[in-house]
């Protein structure tokens, strides 16, 4: 590589990194008291990946998504969940024209760079199948024809918790395509009343102004997808999910797409740190949140009320860190 292509990757990484902070900046004109959450959402974004918000209603959920699509100038479209929407209004449908004597296909709501599910555990699992060719491919196939969406595509998700009236639990091959699981949580009573004094008789998201396009957000995935891995970095992701495989309260462990999850969000957060590669602590930074709702817990865990973030939690201060010394004695 030549001092100028080095010149030019410097300028792209800093570039990378400022936008990903006034990302950050751009949402918290909406979002109040959520920063580590806005900061992980962009994470994702940076990486290629999809995100799964779990909470209850009327904390912001919708709001992060929306303004998060608005900052990045992205379009958005919302697919509002409910037990009737049909798969086809999601991936799209074809339906014929008499003055043709042709099929025409008509575009779901896929269709669009930034795709929020609303309340997605409201839907049936037919339904709720409809989006994992288009989360894992970047493509949806109807009637036999396939079709590309455009690109960058993310999925926002967001669901309520378990037992509300009217959810039907996501399955598991959907829940692993989420590489991260967010919650927001209640706000503090200060935050609370800044929420309040924010929407006197304004929309907040009218505040929020785009900061780079669909060039932008794809050449900063392009600059992530660059950050530099260490293959002792890679052991010690691979480390982290065996783990799981082998905890003696998980009864089903994290796939190898949880891995690459991993990695991907990891190079995000270096890139959003201002590095060009990956440290092990960013791997730490993302491991529980990347990994937590693709667990399934034995039986003796559930009833000892053992949650899958403790069990990562203990399995990320038990794997040994990777350090120069051990890489040089290889």
């Known amino acids: 590589m030549s001092n100028l292509d080095k010149m030019n990757q410097t300028f792209d990484r800093i570039e990378t990194t400022n936008l990903a902070a006034h990302l950050i900046e751009e949402v918290e004109k909406v979002v109040v008291g959520k920063h580590n959450e806005i900061r992980l959402l962009v994470c994702a974004m940076l990486a290629g990946t999809h995100v799964l918000i779990e909470d209850v209603p009327g904390v912001g959920k919708t709001t992060l998504a929306g303004a998060l699509a608005k900052a990045a100038g992205l379009s958005f479209k919302r697919a509002q969940f409910t037990p009737d929407i049909m798969a086809s209004d999601i991936t799209g449908f074809n339906i014929y024209n008499r003055q043709t004597e ?115 957000i794809a050449k900063m995935r392009r600059m992530t997808a660059d950050a530099t891995v260490d293959p002792e970095i890679c052991r010690y992701v691979v480390s982290l999910i065996a783990a799981t495989r082998k905890h003696n309260g998980i009864a089903r462990g994290a796939s190898p797409r949880a891995s690459l999850a991993v990695m991907r969000m990891a190079q995000a957060y270096a890139v959003m740190q201002g590095r060009e590669y990956v440290l092990p602590e960013d791997v730490k930074a993302v491991f529980v949140r990347s990994v937590a709702h693709r667990l399934v817990l034995t039986q003796e865990a559930k009833l000892a009320r053992t949650t899958p973030e403790s069990i990562l939690q203990e399995i990320s201060l038990k794997t040994p860190i990777p350090f120069r010394g051990s890489r040089d004695q290889a």
């Open 102 to 216: 042709q099929f025409e296909f008509r575009e779901g709501l896929v269709m669009c760079n930034l795709l929020l599910g609303d309340e997605i555990n409201r839907a049936s699992p037919k339904t709720q199948s409809a989006l994992l060719e288009a989360m894992e491919e970047g493509k949806v196939t109807v009637d036999g024809t396939t079709y590309a969406l455009p690109n960058p595509f993310m999925v926002i998700a967001t669901q309520n918790p378990h037992g509300f009236v009217g959810t039907y639990p996501l399955p598991e091959a959907q829940l692993d395509r989420f590489a991260l699981k967010l919650s927001m949580g209640y706000p503090t009573e200060e935050q609370e009343a800044d929420i309040l004094m924010a929407r006197r008789g304004v929309n907040p998201l009218d505040k929020v102004q785009a900061v780079t396009d669909v060039e932008g």
